[in-house]
Nanobody, 120 residues
Framework: QVQLVESGGGLVQPGGSLRLSCEAS????????MSWHRQAPGKERELVAR????????NYTDSVKGRFTISRDNAKNTVYLQMTVLKPEDTAVYYC?????????????WGQGTQVTVSS
């Protein structure tokens, strides 16, 4: 059974930091590119950061560049999102995603999300 379980969300003051984790099971983690997405109330879900299957390349949406860092530990089947200098506009539900293409078929899995609230 495929599972992606996010943790680490919570309430933090502006300028603070949080580290999100997403632990995967039920599939070969090291074959999947991993990404973090977020969805704020009344807005569409957006891609925040992505990392390749072996961690050799990352990319970020412009609004988080220099503040967020995505990383992964394939030995632990876990992807992380280190968030610093948090702003109120970072408030959202953050979702973990795993994606790969096997024999031309896209395998695409989502976690249940973790709430991040940035407020004083």
């Amino acid at each position: 059974q495929v599972q992606l379980v996010e943790s680490g969300g919570g309430l933090v003051q502006p300028g603070g930091s949080l580290r999100l984790s997403c632990e995967a099971s039920g599939f070969t983690f090291s074959r999947y590119a991993m990404s973090w997405h977020r969805q704020a109330p009344g807005k569409e879900r957006e891609l925040v950061a992505r990392i390749t299957s072996v961690g050799s390349s990352t990319n970020y949406t412009d609004s988080v560049k220099g503040r967020f860092t995505i990383s992964r530990d394939n030995a632990k089947n876990t992807v992380y999102l280190q968030m610093t200098v948090l702003k109120p506009e970072d408030t959202a539900v953050y979702y973990c995603n795993a994606k790969t293409v096997i024999f031309g078929r896209i395998n695409d899995y989502w976690g249940q999300g973790t709430q991040v609230t940035v407020s004083s």
